[in-house]
């Protein structure tokens, strides 16, 4: 099926796995492997760590595996080496660095790395109902080819569930899993096909965009991609503004949120006239979270926040959006295939797989006593488990 598809039907995580496939296809000697699994789930991670141990043991082949995940070092690396702005700050064997490291740079890094939680968190702050859903379903459908059979994928596939104001749900499961669709169509960027989204008491659902534009702001997204979700030819300022002002802020007023919110980010008043290119990756993940909390929502969707960033960074956003929700009290989506960042930061989880919710609990429950044969899977390929 995957041979008859083009790249824009495919996840993020799947054409991954079809760059990695190329590389792999010419059986090198040698495999210098470049965050080669930072955009896949941890199932799909597994499988590949394991294919290439398995080219190692075949042909003998050396890898250089550049990575920001310890997990996936620990899994891995026979030797590691540590840098920091473009000099090796430590190097030795994976064992001395991951359990023993002498240099601050890698003690920081290590600090930062996201730990399954030992025990509950507190209850939600308030039992407000800020958003219900009811049965949502989407399903994709192909167009008929000359002799093809018209391929029909369910994304979403009878979803139901309730968050609460102050509230963070996890949404984790294998890519493709319908992860990010079922974010698109809480947006409503997407359209579904059924159910109820009832956001304040009102179903948003069949409205039209129109009627619906009242409520956007009340449901704001931090898109996954900080390169691709901000528009090379706009400035910061622009960027964060121009949304506001056509839902009706005042110039003045939307320039002086702005100003504060990127102080608020980290990044600083100066940051208001630069463009998306003078920002780190992180950095720009800020600017996202400030045009996210320009209208003031009352919930967020974080589609894969944090998944393109080293630890150190995603330790620093991660901390950022908790500041965030609890000063302004918001609830929040947080899509993730990272099981380590759903467990230290959610208060309630769903796992998807194939559009379908298949497990929903505490993370405790989730994490440390799944109970369905899928879940346990996801548990048992995060990496670095035993370190």
Known sequence: VMRRQYPFRLSGGQRQRVMIAIALALDPDVLIADEPTTALDVTIQAQILELIRQLQA??????????????????????????????VVEEGTADQVLRNPQHPYTRRLIAAVPRLREAESGPARDSETVLEV????KTYRSPFGLFGKQRVVPAVDDISFTLRRGETLGVVGESGSGK???????????????????LGGRDIRPMDETAF???????????????ASLNP?????????VGPVAHGLGREEAHRRALGLLERVGLGAAAYERYPHEFSGGQRQRVGIARALMFDPEIIVA????SALDVS??????????EVQAEKHLAMIFITHDLRVASQICDQVIVMSRGKVVEAGTPMQIFRNPQ??????LVQAIPGADW
Request: proline share 3%.
């Open 180 to 198: 990010s669709s079922m974010g698109k169509v809480l947006m409503k960027l997407v359209e579904a096909d059924a159910g109820e989204i009832l």
């Open 134 to 137: 009811r049965g949502l379903r």
């Open 233 to 241: 030819r706009l400035t910061v300022g622009t960027s964060l503004t």
């Open 303 to 306: 589609d894969e926040a944090v």
């Open 213 to 227: 534009r009242p409520f956007r702001p009340r449901i704001q997204m931090i898109f996954q991609d900080p390169f």
């Open 372 to 377: 369905e044969a899928y879940s346990r899977q």
């Open 58 to 87: 075949k042909k003998n082949t050396s890898v250089m595996f550049i990575t920001h995940d310890f997990g996936v070092v620990a899994d891995i690396a026979d030797r590691v080496v540590v840098m920091e702005k473009g000099r």
């Open 313 to 322: 960074i995603q330790a620093q956003i991660l901390q950022l959006l908790a």
